[in-house]
């Protein structure tokens, strides 16, 4: 199922940067948390059990892993970016609504979703660890979903709820933004009125409908660059 699946990916991830230093016998390795993941990335990288991307040296790759292992120690902020992942691979596919790729697509997606959960204070970088590396390590878990045919929970409800708001507020290929949001707001202040929507202290409840009229503008991008009618 996709929802086990993202989070084994990450309970795996989480075991094997934290057991390395206790498996390495370098001092260099381990002489810190950031040394003994840095050696673990080179170590996986030489033995093909990790692959460098996103066109980065090696140096990158490590800095890189070690913000992943920062990402991963923050719960707050890994569960969101978990759910979030997992919803995107399942309700908004790298395909064009005629089934061809559109890997690009899917990508922006991502990407403007994380940037959209920090920049309303859905989620904060940890120490160590920046946007670039949350959308990289989104990006990661999304890629690793897209290959799943095991049976679907469908994570992506949360994104169909609010796209059903985009295509009862379009007319003519028109989308009535205004109503969008107006329709939006409501649905996150009768969650929270019902208690469906439980938000600590520190998020507010116009932080999370900002997210939500963000989310939709995102959705609806997505389903221009794919030719998608809903989701």
Request: hydrophobic share 45%.
């Amino acid at each position: 199922m996709i929802v086990n699946k993202c989070t084994l990916v990450g309970v795996c991830l989480l075991v094997s940067l934290l057991a390395v230093a206790k498996t390495t016998g370098a001092q260099q390795c381990t002489s810190s948390q950031n040394a003994a993941v840095e050696c673990f990335a080179a170590d996986a990288v030489k033995t093909d059990l990790l692959t460098v991307h996103y066109g980065m040296t090696m140096a990158q790759y490590k800095a890189y892993t070690v913000a992943v292992s920062k990402i991963i120690q923050a719960p707050d902020t890994n569960l969101v970016v978990f759910g979030l992942s997992c919803a995107v691979a399942d309700a908004m596919p790298p395909t064009n609504a005629d089934g061809s790729a559109n890997q690009p697509a899917q990508t922006n997606a991502i990407n403007s979703i994380v940037a959209d959960e920090i920049a309303s204070g859905i989620v904060s970088p940890p120490s160590g660890a920046n946007q670039q590396d949350m959308q990289w390590f989104a990006l990661d878990l999304v890629n690793s979903m897209n290959a799943s045919n095991g049976v679907l929970l469908s994570p992506g409800t949360l994104l169909r709820i609010i796209d059903s708001y985009v295509v009862t507020s379009t007319s003519g290929g028109v989308v009535n933004w205004t109503q969008v949001n107006s329709n939006l707001a409501t649905m996150v202040s009768n969650l929270a009125s019902s208690g469906l929507l439980k938000l600590p202290p520190s998020i507010t409840q116009a932080e999370v409908t900002g997210f939500a009229q963000s989310l939709a503008q995102t959705i609806y991008t997505y389903k221009t660059a794919t030719s998608r009618a809903s989701l």
